[in-house]
């Protein structure tokens, strides 16, 4: 910013005063080499670029990452996705991606069973198994809640046995 604003004719000393910072600060910037890391990545950035292109724009950062290991270039797949990221390179997502956008505007359906989900309401009732023993004993017990839909059986632990308990 402060080269971009030189650039247009204003001074180095009152763009450091309004940033708060020294000027010989951004002298001693601007004469320090470039970081390794930054001529890694000069040096990186042409064979990504090259890779997702010969690719057709499909490979994404682990395929890349795997390719520049074959070639003997030994990289860090996060250093391959930091990279992508700058670049502005995207592989392909094969995932299933969710098409439909509910509308946050349009009305919910109506709640036709009054269910309450917050902790502590009767109308939300279910079978509770709590685990009551201490930890240093053998008997466990699993932990389930159900709702009132729910037929299902809830496998208990107690000790060595494991019993079921069939719902009303």
Not at 8 to 20: A, H
Not at 122 to 145: C, F, M, W, Y
Request: glycine fraction near 8%; hydrophobic fraction near 30%.
């Amino acid at each position: 910013m402060i080269d971009h604003l030189r650039e247009k004719g204003r001074g180095v000393d009152p763009i450091c005063r309004i940033l708060q910072l020294s000027p010989s600060t951004y002298f001693a910037r601007k004469k320090r080499p470039k970081s390794a890391r930054s001529l890694r990545d000069e040096q990186l950035m042409p064979l990504i670029e090259q890779l997702h292109a010969d690719s057709g724009g499909t490979y994404g950062a682990r395929r890349i990452t795997r390719a520049l290991r074959c070639k003997g270039i030994v990289v860090a797949r996060r250093t391959v996705e930091r990279l992508m990221r700058e670049l502005g390179l995207e592989g392909v997502i094969r995932r299933r991606r969710r098409t439909t956008v509910p509308d946050p505007s349009a009305p919910r359906p109506p709640d036709l069973v009054d269910r309450d989900f917050r902790g502590g309401n009767e109308q939300n009732r279910g079978q509770d198994s709590a685990i009551v023993s201490p930890p240093t004993s053998t008997a466990l017990r699993t932990h389930r809640r159900l709702g009132l839909h729910s037929k299902e059986r809830i496998p208990q632990l107690s000790g060595t046995s494991c019993r079921t308990n069939s719902l009303p």
